[in-house]
């Protein structure tokens, strides 16, 4: 029977495919310090949620909760042990995982204008997921010689960040684009939310959010079962959800208030 509505005729057939071929496997490293709590975590599990759905299969792993040694920039992976790292910790664990999944989906607010330090940690060490021989890759940059397998897939970047234009995630995306590059994988695309700081408050009152978290589930859908995100949908996660000065003013006032509750000192009420 035809579906009239495309948006689920789309969704059977994407789930039939997947039935066919297998699930997209996905692994999402949550790279938030404050994980669930935070408002990059908000919109990454809406992300999940959509692909799921659509019929992933989803593993989210906090980057400040796993044990793990940081990388010790020696390279006995690629000298010693060839593709295997050094340590037996969770860190290599989430490697071999990562070296078998279909997507990458790396999630951080701007620290500094890029990753968070726990985010970058873990990346650190997906060196070991690498050759140390060198190759041209098929934009005519330089680049250690990847997986035969590494081609057909995807890396996504879910942020947040305090400030309000979108301008200020450009070091980020870069940095991004630059890593799924080095790893030989296709750019999918960002899910980038502007004066994010806002996004759990807003929410929290009532405020209209909820076009945003679900263009995060429609694009975490869409991951799934066309490969890509549309640029409608991911603007639509970025989108102006107030003007610059009210934005401003509110957070004045946030930062006016719990200064004040806190007697001048940091640290919560």
């Given at each position: ?104 989906v790396l999630a951080s607010p701007v620290h500094v204008g890029g990753m968070t330090h726990g985010l970058t940690r873990v990346l ?146």
């Amino acid at each position: 029977m035809f579906l009239q509505r495309t948006g689920h005729l789309v969704i059977l057939v994407g789930v039939a495919i997947c039935a066919i071929i297998g699930a997209m496997k996905i692994v999402a490293i949550d790279g938030s310090p404050h994980g669930d709590r935070g408002n990059t975590g908000m919109l990454l599990e809406r992300y999940l949620a959509g692909a799921a759905e659509a019929g992933a299969e989803v593993e989210r792993v906090s980057a400040y909760k796993l044990k793990m040694e940081p990388c010790c920039v020696r390279m006995p992976c690629w000298y010693k042990t060839f593709g295997v790292c050094i340590y037996k910790d969770e860190c290599s664990a989430l490697m071999d995982r990562m070296a078998q999944a279909d997507a990458w989906v790396l999630a951080s607010p701007v620290h500094v204008g890029g990753m968070t330090h726990g985010l970058t940690r873990v990346l650190e060490r997906s060196i070991m997921l690498l050759s140390p021989y060198f190759e041209v890759g098929a934009d005519g940059r330089s680049r250690h010689v990847t997986s035969p397998d590494a081609t057909n897939r995807k890396m996504v970047l879910v942020s947040t960040c305090g400030f309000y234009e979108d301008d200020a995630f450009a070091p980020l995306v870069a940095q991004t684009e630059d890593l799924s590059h080095s790893h030989g994988m296709q750019f999918a695309g960002a899910l980038l939310r502007p004066h994010g700081l806002a996004l759990r408050f807003m929410k929290a009152q009532g405020l209209g959010v909820e076009e945003v978290l679900q263009a995060a589930y429609d694009a975490g859908n869409e991951l799934v079962l066309t490969g890509s995100m549309s640029d409608e949908t991911l603007q639509k996660v970025r989108q102006p959800l107030m003007s610059q000065e009210d934005f401003i003013a509110m957070m004045n006032s946030a930062f006016d208030r719990r200064l004040a509750c806190s007697g001048g000192q940091s640290g919560p009420c």
